[in-house]
């Protein structure tokens, strides 16, 4: 593993356990092996590096549901949707260090970083609207989906997505997952064309 790997490898471990206040760089440099000023042949300074470590993140995750769009490419309407849902909450149930960056990072944003982080954030709810407002679209011209305005659709999906979000932190798994299904199943109702 490289170096810089290994630098964001240790930053996502300690902004994701003590936040960005909590984490200092000389942290960082000791659980990498090297001294404080080595960081600085990488990053500018800690802002740099947990934007990156951030931005880093969020790809992570809009490149997942590329995959997961990909796999499924076949599939109706609905089973892209819920499958989508799900991923994302599989997703974080299984990458803890990522959503609790995620959490801390947008839940408690550090005050000089609060606006670059929403800039990074809504940069990939851009590239996630991108793929997913298509589905919707052609949910409603194949009369699946009602005739809603597809921004609305998108933002209740993604109220749906954030409330599942902090949903998993407070339930055990089995609990959480049946939760989710309850969701999925009552927004489907909602938007689905009765017949």
């Not at 969020?58 to 309407?77: H, N």
């Not at 609207?129 to 298509?134: F, K, Q, V």
């Not at 933002?155 to 299904?181: H, P």
Request: one cysteine or more.
């Amino acid at each position: 593993m490289s170096t810089v790997s290994e630098i964001k490898k240790i930053a996502l471990a300690l902004f994701s356990k003590k936040g960005y206040d909590g984490t200092s760089l000389a942290e960082i440099a000791a659980g990498v092996g090297i001294k404080k000023p080595s960081l600085y042949a990488h990053f500018n300074g800690k802002e740099d590096l947990f934007l990156t470590v951030f931005r880093e993140t969020l790809d992570r995750y809009v490149q997942m549901i590329r995959q997961t769009l990909q796999q499924i490419r076949d599939a109706s309407v609905e089973v892209k949707l819920r499958e989508i849902l799900y991923s994302h909450c599989r997703y974080y149930m299984t990458h803890s260090e990522d959503s609790a960056l995620l959490k801390r990072a947008m839940l408690f944003p550090p005050n000089d970083l609060a606006s670059a982080l929403q800039d990074e954030f809504l940069a990939s709810e851009e590239a996630l609207t991108a793929l997913i407002a298509d589905l919707f679209r052609d949910g409603i011209a194949s009369g699946v989906i009602r005739g809603e305005a597809v921004e609305d659709l998108m933002a209740s999906y993604y109220c749906l997505i954030d409330g599942l979000f902090v949903q998993m932190f407070y339930y055990k798994k089995e609990d959480f997952e049946s939760k989710m299904q309850s969701a999925w199943k009552i927004f489907w109702k909602g938007i689905a064309v009765r017949r």
